[in-house]
C-alpha cells in the first residue's frame, strides 16, 4: 500500500523559507509518477501548487512561481517543496500527492507570521 509522509512544516516569520519532504513508501517505479504539492488554507479550497513529471520543466501556480521549487529524489522515493520568501497567504496545510496511485499525504502545517 502507498503511503506519503510530509514533514518539514512550521511557524516562519514572513521573508522565511522552509523546506518540506513527502517520503514515499509501497510504491514502486517512484521515478515514473507526476508528483504534486497541494495547500489548503483555511475556508478555501485545496490549491494545485506545484508539479513534477519525469521530464520538463515543473509547473507552478502564479502565486508561488519564482518563490517555491519542487523537486524529487528517485533513489529516495522523497519529494521536497522548498519555499522561500514566504508571505502569511501562504499559511495552509500542505499535502502531497501521486495522483496516478490517488494518494494523499496527512498534511504539513506551515504558518507564516506577518
Known amino acids: 500500500q502507498v503511503r506519503l509522509v510530509e514533514s518539514g512544516g512550521g511557524l516562519v516569520q514572513s521573508g522565511g523559507s522552509l523546506r518540506l519532504s513527502c517520503a514515499a513508501s509501497?510504491?514502486?517505479?517512484?521515478?515514473?509518477?507526476?508528483l504534486e504539492w497541494h495547500r489548503q488554507a483555511p475556508g478555501k479550497q485545496r490549491e494545485l501548487v506545484a508539479t513534477?513529471?519525469?521530464?520538463?520543466?515543473?509547473i507552478y501556480a502564479d502565486s508561488v512561481k519564482g518563490r517555491f521549487t519542487i523537486s524529487r529524489d528517485n533513489v529516495k522515493n522523497t519529494m521536497y517543496l522548498q519555499m522561500n520568501t514566504l508571505k502569511p497567504d501562504d499559511t495552509a496545510v500542505y499535502y502531497c500527492?501521486?495522483?496516478?496511485?490517488?494518494?494523499w499525504g496527512q498534511g504539513t502545517q506551515v504558518t507564516v507570521s506577518s
Open positions: 509501497g510504491i514502486s517505479f517512484f521515478s515514473l509518477y507526476v
Open positions: 513534477i513529471i519525469r521530464e520538463g520543466s515543473p
Open positions: 500527492a501521486v495522483p496516478a496511485r490517488g494518494r
